[in-house]
T-cell receptor
Framework: DAGVTQSPTHLIKTRGQHVTLRCSPISGHKSVSWYQQVLGQGPQFIFQYYEKEERGRGNFPDRFSARQFPNYSSELNVNALLLGDSALYLC?????????????FGEGSRLTVL | AQSVTQLGSHVSVSEGALVLLRCNYSSSVPPYLFWYVQYPNQGLQLLLKYTSAATLVKGINGFEAEFKKSETSFHLTKPSAHMSDAAEYFCAVSYSGGYQKVTFGTGTKLQVIP
C-alpha cells in the first residue's frame, strides 16, 4: 500500500509569492495534519483536518491556510511568503485523528524562500 | 502548555553499546508520549508510544522506553546499537481530548561509531 505522498518535493519561491503544497493520505485514513520543520528543530504543528473540517490550528499566522477534500487529500497554502517560511513541510495522516493515534508522515516538501 | 525537552542534540555511541536518549515532559495531566525516528531523506516513523497502559513500552527495532511519572521522563533505550540506528530521534507528547496536536522535542541525532 502507498504511504503518505506529498508534492512537490522541493520548490523555490521568492518573498511575497504564494505556495500550495499537496498531500495524499494513506488509503482509509480520514485525518491529515500539517507540520513545519525548520532546520535543526522538531516538527511544529500547523493544522489538523478530519472529515474535511479543521479540528485544530497551531500558532501560525493567517497567511497559512489549508483544506481537506472529499477524497481526504489536503492542500496547505501559504500567502505572502517570508524568508522565515523556508522549511520542510510535513504532512501526516492518521486513521481516526485521535490524540493517542500514530501519525504516518510523508517525506515532506522542502520550501526555500529567497 | 505541553512540551518535551530532549537532553543532548547529538549523541555518539559505539556499535554494540547501550543507547540512551533522554526526554522529559512538562504536564499537569496524564500525557500520551511518543518516540519518532527520522532517517535521512525519509519521513518520521513511530518507534513506540505510551498511552497509560504498561509503563515499560517496547517498540520496533529493539527500542524501549519507560514512563516515569515521578521524574516526568520517557527515556529511550536500546541495549546494543547497530549502525542502522544512526538517525534523528524525536520525543513527542499529546493529550487526550480535543484534537490530535502532537508537540515534538528538538530532536537528538544519534551517531553510531563502528
Amino acid at each position: 500500500d502507498a504511504g503518505v505522498t506529498q508534492s512537490p518535493t522541493h520548490l523555490i519561491k521568492t518573498r511575497g509569492q504564494h505556495v500550495t503544497l499537496r498531500c495524499s493520505p494513506i488509503s482509509g485514513h480520514k485525518s491529515v495534519s500539517w507540520y513545519q520543520q525548520v532546520l535543526g528543530q522538531g516538527p511544529q504543528f500547523i493544522f489538523q483536518y478530519y472529515e474535511k473540517e479543521e479540528r485544530g490550528r497551531g500558532n501560525f499566522p493567517d497567511r497559512f491556510s489549508a483544506r481537506q477534500f472529499p477524497n481526504y487529500s489536503s492542500e496547505l497554502n501559504v500567502n505572502a511568503l517570508l524568508l522565515g517560511d523556508s522549511a520542510l513541510y510535513l504532512c501526516a495522516s492518521s486513521l481516526d485523528g485521535t490524540s493517542d493515534g500514530e501519525l504516518f508522515f510523508g517525506e515532506g516538501s522542502r520550501l526555500t524562500v529567497l | 502548555a505541553q512540551s518535551v525537552t530532549q537532553l543532548g542534540s547529538h549523541v555518539s555511541v559505539s556499535e554494540g553499546a547501550l543507547v540512551l536518549l533522554r526526554c522529559n515532559y512538562s504536564s499537569s495531566v496524564p500525557p500520551y508520549l511518543f518516540w519518532y525516528v527520522q532517517y535521512p531523506n525519509q519521513g518520521l516513523q513511530l518507534l513506540l508510544k505510551y498511552t497509560s497502559a504498561a509503563t515499560l513500552v517496547k517498540g520496533i527495532n529493539g527500542f524501549e522506553a519507560e514512563f516515569k511519572k515521578s521524574e516526568t521522563s520517557f527515556h529511550l533505550t536500546k541495549p546494543s546499537a547497530h549502525m542502522s540506528d544512526a538517525a534523528e530521534y524525536f520525543c513527542a507528547v499529546s493529550y487526550s481530548g480535543g484534537y490530535q496536536k502532537v508537540t515534538f522535542g528538538t530532536g537528538t541525532k544519534l551517531q553510531v561509531i563502528p
